[in-house]
Nanobody, 116 residues
Framework: QVQLVESGGGLVQAGGSLTLSCAASGSTFGLYTMGWYRRAPGKQRELVAEIGTNGRTNYAGSVKGRFTISRDNTKNTVYLQMNEVKPEDTAVYSC??????????WGQGTQVTVSS
C-alpha cells in the first residue's frame, strides 16, 4: 500500500505562484504514474496534471503553460509548480498514485485558495 502526504497549499494572490509537494511511502515510487487532481466547491474532481514512469506529462487545458508537474524518484516525491494562478484555481488538490494491476491511491488533499 502507498501512503501519500501533500503539503504546500495555502492562500496566494492571483498572479502569484505556489508549489505543492506529495511525498509517497514505499520503495516502488518509480513504478507509479503520479497525478494531481483538484475539486473546486460544487464541481467534480478533475485531473490537473500527471506524470508517467518515463517522465511523460499530461496537463488539463486550463493549466497548460502555467503549471508544471515533476517528480524526484530519489525522494519519492511529486511536485506541482503553480504559476500565474487564477481565482478559478481555488480547490482542494489531491495527489494520486496509480499502477496497473496494483491499485490507485490518494492523499488527503491540500487546500489552495487564490484571492483576486
Amino acid at each position: 500500500q502507498v501512503q501519500l502526504v501533500e503539503s504546500g497549499g495555502g492562500l496566494v494572490q492571483a498572479g502569484g505562484s505556489l508549489t505543492l509537494s506529495c511525498a509517497a511511502s514505499g520503495s516502488t515510487f518509480g513504478l507509479y504514474t503520479m497525478g494531481w487532481y483538484r475539486r473546486a466547491p460544487g464541481k467534480q474532481r478533475e485531473l490537473v496534471a500527471e506524470i508517467g514512469t518515463n517522465g511523460r506529462t499530461n496537463y488539463a487545458g486550463s493549466v497548460k503553460g502555467r503549471f508544471t508537474i515533476s517528480r524526484d524518484n530519489t525522494k519519492n516525491t511529486v511536485y506541482l509548480q503553480m504559476n500565474e494562478v487564477k481565482p478559478e484555481d481555488t480547490a482542494v488538490y489531491s495527489c494520486n498514485a496509480r499502477r496497473q494491476l496494483i491499485g490507485t491511491y490518494w492523499g488527503q488533499g491540500t487546500q489552495v485558495t487564490v484571492s483576486s
